[in-house]
């Protein structure tokens, strides 16, 4: 497939305000950008005959100024439940991200990538172990949810949540995954509530300082993983940076000023964090904090010695928490064979064979 040539900004990457500004200096009336923003975000047009309620000199200056495609979806696939579908979109400079649809009675969640591999480095993880590429920017972040806001809508169906788990670190690229969550949230577009929303993070302290004061509505998760500095060190390398005890006071800031429960994630692994000792321990760091926990039995990756463990010693981790005071919440596994699921996403030269 051809590659796309951004020679144009991308129409994504504006506010309303600074359409607005452009408009003006292109000597167009101020409620040509209000028909633009809900041609985009509401009726989710992105061709120019698809504008009929503008003249076709202001669709022609406005394709000739904007770009409305950044990103080629290359690759669909769909697991063998057709709840979960995978995208492979290929960006402008040949680079990949991927984007995942779960669909799961009437929600219809969206996984969202904010960079292009992931430099945190996180063992267990297929992005963490791609290296870093680069940040997307806010445009991109969008234009992936436009591109399944699409899909959904040939069904009469729309987008219901949004979680930024996909490739990347959230917080590694702060300004950009805000200002792509603020114009969605945008009441006079695309209109989704901040509440629909979820970051996972895997702990950038100073970050979730900026994120607590700025007091969002949108969800917050951070990847926790292990109770012992010693332990989360040898699977998030970031722990040596921010530690634990930094990670959760910042962690008791944000309740303090937010009052919005935090989930912790929790990748179970057999023979890593796995044993009733541990959440014992979990459950001591956790106590009297506004949170849950999220279990993640770990996906498959490329790593041959971090697995999952049995479904038995799952209930039992799930159990000697909830026993101890701490609400904790097993995760459907989604889309695994398909390599959809949480940390399985990642760029290989050779594509899987499932394609449809
Ligand atoms: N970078 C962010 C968000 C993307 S990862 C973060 O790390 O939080 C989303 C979630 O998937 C995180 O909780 C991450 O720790 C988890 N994860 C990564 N690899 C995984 C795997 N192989 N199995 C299960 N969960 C995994
Ligand atoms: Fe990056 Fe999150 Fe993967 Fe860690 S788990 S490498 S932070 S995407």
Known sequence: MEDLKLSLPLIFDFSFGQLEAIFSDLNEPKFRVKQLWQGIYIQLWNK??????????????????????????EKILQSSDHETVKTLLKLYDGRAIEAVLMKYDQRRTLCISTQAGCAMGCVFCATG???????????????????????????????????????????????????AIN???????????????????????????????ENRQVNLAI?????????????LPVNKKYPIRTLLDVCRYYIEKTNRRITFEWALIAGYNDDVDTAKKLAELLKGLL????????????????????????????????????????????????????????????????MI
């Open 48 to 73: 120019p005959d698809q504008f009929t309620n503008f003249p076709k000199t202001l669709r022609d200056k406005l394709f000739n100024t904007f770009s409305f495609d950044s990103m080629i979806p």
């Open 129 to 179: 172990q791609m290296g870093f590429q680069r940040n997307l920017t806010a445009g991109e972040i969008i234009e992936q949810v436009l591109h399944y806001a699409r899909l959904l809508q040939q069904d009469g169906e729309r987008v219901t949540n949004i979680v930024l788990m996909g490739m990347g670190e959230p917080f590694h690229n702060y300004e950009s995954t805000m200002q």
């Open 183 to 213: 114009t969605l949230n945008d009441a006079d577009g695309f209109n989704l509530g901040a509440r629909r929303f979820t970051i996972s993070t895997v702990g950038l302290v100073p970050m979730i300082k900026k994120f607590a004061d």
């Open 223 to 235: 990847s926790l993983h292990e109770a012992t500095d010693e332990e989360r060190s040898k699977l």
């Open 291 to 354: 949170c849950h926990v999220n279990v993640i039995p770990l996906n498959p990756t490329a790593n041959p010695n971090l697995k999952a463990p049995t479904k038995e010693q799952t209930i039992i981790f799930q159990q000697t928490l909830e026993n101890n005071g701490i609400p904790c919440t097993i995760r459907l596994r989604r889309g695994i064979d398909i390599q959809a699921g949480c940390g399985q996403l990642a760029i290989k030269h050779n594509p899987p064979t499932n």
